[in-house]
């Protein structure tokens, strides 16, 4: 069982930053990706970005691409969301997801105002 604690959302003016951390704890011996999706008021929850653990690769939504960045510390099994030029649109619950077994985390509220 993989225990997954997002944290650093909060309230930002458009054109802001912010950055979300995602801390595993458990059973993470055999992490595949970590990544992040967001769900928003009467939307879908959707994906936001993707990291493959070994190696590092990553894969974005179009949405996002050139604005978030999603990197790891392997020590700390956590991955993060940097997200810069924040738009009114990004704002949602954004989730941590983790491969093998589909763990998910609680949320944390981003919210952007213009």
């Known amino acids: 069982q993989v225990q997954l604690v997002e944290s650093g959302g909060g309230l930002v003016q458009a054109g802001g930053s912010l950055r979300l951390s995602c801390a595993a704890s458990g059973r993470t011996f055999s992490i595949f990706h970590m990544g992040w999706f967001r769900q928003a008021p009467g939307k879908e929850r959707e994906f936001v970005a993707r990291l493959i653990w070994s190696g590092g690769s990553t894969t974005y939504a179009d949405s996002v691409k050139g604005r978030f960045t999603i990197s790891r510390d392997t020590a700390k099994n956590t991955v993060y969301l940097q997200m810069n030029s924040l738009k009114p649109e990004d704002t949602a619950v954004y989730y941590c997801?983790?491969?093998?077994?589909?763990?998910w985390g609680q949320g944390t509220q981003v919210t952007v105002s213009s």
């Open positions: 997801k983790l491969m093998p077994g589909s763990s």
